[in-house]
């Protein structure tokens, strides 16, 4: 470790100028062909198709490919949350449908409900809402109900 050997500069190849390769290669230079297109005309088979079944499957991968670039994608308008499940509950007066709600009401959200008026949604699951709705014993409403109903009891 006294001083630094300088590197030894080692031979370059030396080019054949005298034989069948080096003739190869000045015939080659002469005619000034790509080194691609010799080799296609050489060996033919190894440039060729091997499956068209292949190139049918890549070229229509390319074209779908490019007409889904053109295409603009369309905005995902779902809601986050979907609509509650409507349950209708029908029958004649006195039959307990008011009764039936309170019960499947104090059975998802453990409390009472004293009057029903109108309408009454709840909570029943992460993403699922119920709403309740009683129904008269009037033809026109039992229509008009069962237009939107998802459940009629």
Do not use: W, Y
């Not at 000034?32 to 010799?38: E, L, N, R, S, V």
């Not at 070229?59 to 490019?66: G, I, S, T």
Request: with cysteine.
């Amino acid at each position: 470790m006294e001083g630094k050997e300088p590197k030894k500069e080692q031979k370059r190849h030396q080019q054949k100028h005298s034989g069948p390769k080096a003739e190869r290669k000045k015939s080659r230079k002469q005619l000034g062909t790509p080194a691609g297109d010799d080799e296609r005309k050489r060996n033919p088979k190894a440039f060729a198709v091997q499956s068209a079944v292949r190139m049918a499957k890549t070229f229509h991968r390319a074209q779908d490919l490019k007409a889904k670039k053109h295409h603009i994608p369309l905005v995902d308008r779902t809601p986050l949350e979907p609509p509650p499940i409507v349950v209708v509950v029908v029958g004649p007066p006195k039959v307990g449908k008011s009764t039936l709600i309170r019960c499947l009401i104090k059975n998802f959200t453990r409390q009472k409900l004293g009057d029903i008026c109108g309408p009454v949604t709840i909570v029943s699951g992460k993403k699922r809402r119920l709403t309740f709705v009683e129904c008269s014993n009037d033809i026109n409403t039992m229509i008009d109900l069962a237009k939107v109903a998802d459940l009629v009891s």
